[in-house]
Antibody, heavy 118, light 107 residues
């Protein structure tokens, strides 16, 4: 059964870089049938797509975050990662990693809360 | 960017009620729309893909309809476990965009 698990610091200082990793189990990240993405949810607010990456390395980013975001894939570890630079309090959110399959939608990890504070 | 306008933002209903949530896209997205259910403190779960196809295991009281720019999610007979927040998502083009959410509360 597919499982995705986010990991990384729960507290990041303003202006620093938020780094999260998603470990995929029960399925291979090296499949052209899927893409892998990050979605976030500020406290008591809605969902915002951050970006998606294919195992080939092709990436798509939300224009509102594009200048600060980098996604990457490590096929040897069956992981993909998010880096968000120059964070501020507005980046405080629950960050979800997820697998996208056309015709099925997003399969989500449980999410991890990242707080930006000094 | 395609904007997804979801309404209402919240509603109160009783067990057994029929509930309809709508999403309007700012441009034609064909059938590239899905619906997700989120309960407090949990990750969203897939309900419906391609406008009207139920994910495996989703009760048949859930249904979706629409095309182009107007879409709806209907719960035919609200059950206690259905009280949650619902989101639509368009995947016709990047950036992927969600509706603002509809919180379904107990009356």
């Amino acid at each position: 059964q597919l499982q995705l698990q986010e990991s990384g610091p729960g507290l990041v200082k303003p202006s620093e870089t938020l780094s999260l990793t998603c470990t995929v189990s029960g399925g291979s990240i090296s499949s052209s049938s899927f893409s892998w993405g990050w979605i976030r949810q500020p406290p008591q607010k809605g969902l915002e797509w951050i970006g998606s990456i294919y195992y080939s390395g092709n990436t798509y980013y939300n224009p509102s975050l594009q200048s600060r975001v980098t996604l990457s894939v490590d096929t040897s570890k069956n992981q993909f990662s998010l880096k968000l630079r120059f964070v501020s309090a507005a980046d405080t959110a629950v960050y979800f990693c997820a697998r996208w399959q056309y015709g099925s939608g997003w399969h989500w990890g449980q999410g991890t809360l990242v707080t930006v504070s000094s | 960017d395609i904007q997804m306008t979801q309404s209402p933002s919240s509603l109160s209903a009783s067990v057994g009620d029929r509930v309809t949530i709508t999403c309007r896209a700012s441009q034609d997205i064909g059938s590239d729309l899905g619906w997700y259910q989120q309960k407090p403190g949990k990750a969203p779960q897939r309900l419906i893909y391609a406008v009207s196809s139920l994910q495996s295991g989703v009760p048949s009281r859930f249904s979706g309809s629409g095309s182009g720019t107007e879409f709806s999610l209907t719960i035919s007979s609200l059950q206690p476990e259905d009280f949650a927040t619902y989101y639509c998502l368009q995947h016709n083009s990047y950036p992927l965009t969600f509706g603002g959410g509809t919180k379904v509360e107990i009356k």
